[in-house]
Protein backbone atom coordinates (compact mmCIF):
# COMPACT_ATOMS: atom_id res chain seq x y z
CA UNK A 1 0.00 0.00 0.00
CA UNK A 2 1.16 3.50 -0.23
CA UNK A 3 0.61 6.28 1.90
CA UNK A 4 0.58 9.84 0.28
CA UNK A 5 0.98 13.52 2.39
CA UNK A 6 1.03 16.64 0.57
CA UNK A 7 2.73 20.03 1.48
CA UNK A 8 3.42 23.15 0.18
CA UNK A 9 0.12 24.98 -0.35
CA UNK A 10 -1.26 28.37 1.04
CA UNK A 11 -2.21 31.52 -0.14
CA UNK A 12 -0.81 33.20 -3.62
CA UNK A 13 -1.70 36.40 -5.87
CA UNK A 14 -2.33 36.08 -8.98
CA UNK A 15 0.45 35.31 -11.63
CA UNK A 16 2.49 34.40 -8.65
CA UNK A 17 3.96 30.65 -7.82
CA UNK A 18 3.76 27.77 -5.59
CA UNK A 19 5.11 24.48 -5.28
CA UNK A 20 3.51 21.52 -4.07
CA UNK A 21 5.02 18.13 -2.64
CA UNK A 22 3.66 14.50 -2.12
CA UNK A 23 5.28 12.67 -0.11
CA UNK A 24 5.05 8.67 0.18
CA UNK A 25 5.64 5.84 1.98
CA UNK A 26 6.89 2.24 1.32
CA UNK A 27 9.37 0.74 -1.29
CA UNK A 28 7.43 0.03 -4.54
CA UNK A 29 7.24 3.96 -5.48
CA UNK A 30 8.41 3.90 -8.67
CA UNK A 31 6.04 1.33 -9.71
CA UNK A 32 3.18 3.40 -9.18
CA UNK A 33 2.02 6.15 -11.77
CA UNK A 34 1.74 9.70 -9.91
CA UNK A 35 -0.71 12.56 -10.10
CA UNK A 36 -2.33 15.35 -8.74
CA UNK A 37 -6.28 16.19 -8.62
CA UNK A 38 -7.72 19.38 -7.27
CA UNK A 39 -10.81 20.37 -5.88
CA UNK A 40 -12.79 24.08 -6.33
CA UNK A 41 -15.48 24.38 -3.11
CA UNK A 42 -18.62 23.09 -5.03
CA UNK A 43 -17.14 21.59 -7.39
CA UNK A 44 -16.17 18.02 -8.97
CA UNK A 45 -12.65 16.84 -7.93
CA UNK A 46 -11.04 17.22 -11.60
CA UNK A 47 -7.58 16.03 -12.96
CA UNK A 48 -4.40 17.98 -13.53
CA UNK A 49 -1.43 16.29 -13.98
CA UNK A 50 -0.19 12.68 -13.77
CA UNK A 51 3.86 10.99 -14.35
CA UNK A 52 4.79 7.89 -15.61
CA UNK A 53 6.61 5.79 -12.38
CA UNK A 54 10.10 6.43 -14.64
CA UNK A 55 9.33 10.48 -14.75
CA UNK A 56 9.65 9.71 -18.43
CA UNK A 57 5.72 10.47 -19.55
CA UNK A 58 4.15 13.04 -18.33
CA UNK A 59 0.17 14.04 -18.96
CA UNK A 60 -1.94 17.68 -18.41
CA UNK A 61 -5.15 18.86 -17.99
CA UNK A 62 -5.44 21.79 -20.94
CA UNK A 63 -6.09 24.52 -18.09
CA UNK A 64 -3.01 24.02 -16.58
CA UNK A 65 -0.81 23.43 -19.95
CA UNK A 66 2.54 25.98 -20.19
CA UNK A 67 1.84 27.00 -16.77
CA UNK A 68 1.94 23.97 -14.47
CA UNK A 69 4.73 20.66 -14.48
CA UNK A 70 5.10 17.87 -12.63
CA UNK A 71 8.24 15.86 -11.26
CA UNK A 72 9.17 13.08 -9.18
CA UNK A 73 12.16 11.56 -7.04
CA UNK A 74 12.13 7.83 -6.87
CA UNK A 75 14.81 7.78 -4.78
CA UNK A 76 13.31 10.17 -2.45
CA UNK A 77 9.41 8.95 -2.96
CA UNK A 78 8.46 11.85 -3.48
CA UNK A 79 6.49 14.19 -5.97
CA UNK A 80 6.37 17.96 -7.00
CA UNK A 81 3.88 19.88 -8.41
CA UNK A 82 5.44 23.10 -9.82
CA UNK A 83 1.98 26.03 -10.36
CA UNK A 84 3.12 28.97 -11.91
CA UNK A 85 1.72 32.02 -13.35
CA UNK A 86 -1.46 31.22 -11.18
CA UNK A 87 -4.87 32.26 -11.50
CA UNK A 88 -7.94 32.47 -8.86
CA UNK A 89 -9.39 29.70 -10.87
CA UNK A 90 -6.78 27.66 -9.57
CA UNK A 91 -7.93 27.92 -6.08
CA UNK A 92 -8.47 24.93 -5.13
CA UNK A 93 -7.91 21.87 -2.15
CA UNK A 94 -4.91 19.79 -4.05
CA UNK A 95 -4.76 16.24 -4.00
CA UNK A 96 -1.94 13.85 -4.48
CA UNK A 97 -2.61 10.56 -5.90
CA UNK A 98 -1.37 7.27 -6.99
CA UNK A 99 -2.14 4.23 -9.73
CA UNK A 100 -0.61 1.18 -9.84
CA UNK A 101 1.70 0.99 -13.12
CA UNK A 102 -0.19 3.64 -15.77
CA UNK A 103 -0.34 6.44 -15.80
CA UNK A 104 -3.99 6.86 -17.82
CA UNK A 105 -5.68 5.72 -15.05
CA UNK A 106 -4.74 8.15 -12.93
CA UNK A 107 -5.74 10.82 -16.10
CA UNK A 108 -8.89 8.83 -16.04
CA UNK A 109 -9.94 9.08 -12.35
CA UNK A 110 -8.34 5.53 -11.91
CA UNK A 111 -6.72 6.37 -8.70
CA UNK A 112 -5.82 3.21 -6.04
CA UNK A 113 -4.44 5.83 -3.14
CA UNK A 114 -5.27 9.79 -2.56
CA UNK A 115 -3.72 12.03 0.38
CA UNK A 116 -5.95 14.44 2.26
CA UNK A 117 -5.22 17.42 0.08
CA UNK A 118 -3.91 20.60 0.34
CA UNK A 119 -5.57 24.15 0.08
CA UNK A 120 -3.92 26.64 -2.50
CA UNK A 121 -5.61 30.12 -2.11
CA UNK A 122 -5.09 32.46 -5.06
CA UNK A 123 -5.82 36.27 -4.63
CA UNK A 124 -6.87 38.69 -7.41
Not at 65 to 82: E, H, M, P, W, Y
Request: glycine share 12%; aromatic share 10%; charged share 15%.
Amino acid sequence: QVQLVESGGGLVQAGGSLRLSCAASGRTFSSYAMGWFRQAPGKEREFVVAISGSGASTYFADSVKGRFTISRDNAKTTVALQMNSLKPEDTAVYYCAAASHFPELVAGGRVDYWGKGTLVTVSS
